[in-house]
């Protein structure tokens, strides 16, 4: 079956830098469009970034210019590489994949940015 695991959250100050990681299994990864979506306390899940299957990248404008997404097809992969971090970045971090016309999830893993 699919599965989506998300890793490397954790707590940082503002200012620090996290990486995240999706490893997924059960979809043919090199062709699936993956995304990066964040939930805050309180509020709806957003898109933060996305990765097509050919590398084309997009990202919220709360993102831009200082998180990058990445992946790496040999390791069924996914990455968040998230810089300059601000207590407003503070949420679950969810990795998610469309495939085969269903979206699936991961389980989140914890950002805590602390001022």
């Known amino acids: 079956q699919v599965q989506l695991v998300e890793s490397g959250g954790g707590l940082v100050q503002g200012g620090g830098s996290l990486r995240l990681s999706c490893a997924a299994s059960?979809?043919?990864?090199?062709?699936?469009?993956m995304k990066w979506y964040r939930q805050a306390p309180g509020k709806q899940r957003e898109l933060v970034a996305s990765i097509s299957s050919g590398g084309t990248t997009n990202y919220a404008d709360s993102a831009k210019g200082r998180f990058t997404i990445s992946r790496d097809n040999a390791k069924n992969t996914m990455y968040l590489q998230m810089n300059s971090l601000k207590p407003e970045d503070t949420a679950v971090y969810y990795c998610?994949?469309?495939?085969?016309?269903?979206?699936?999830w991961g389980q989140g893993t914890q950002v805590t940015v602390s001022s």
């Open positions: 998610n994949a469309l495939y085969s016309g269903r979206f699936f």
């Open positions: 059960g979809i043919i990864f090199s062709i699936t469009t």
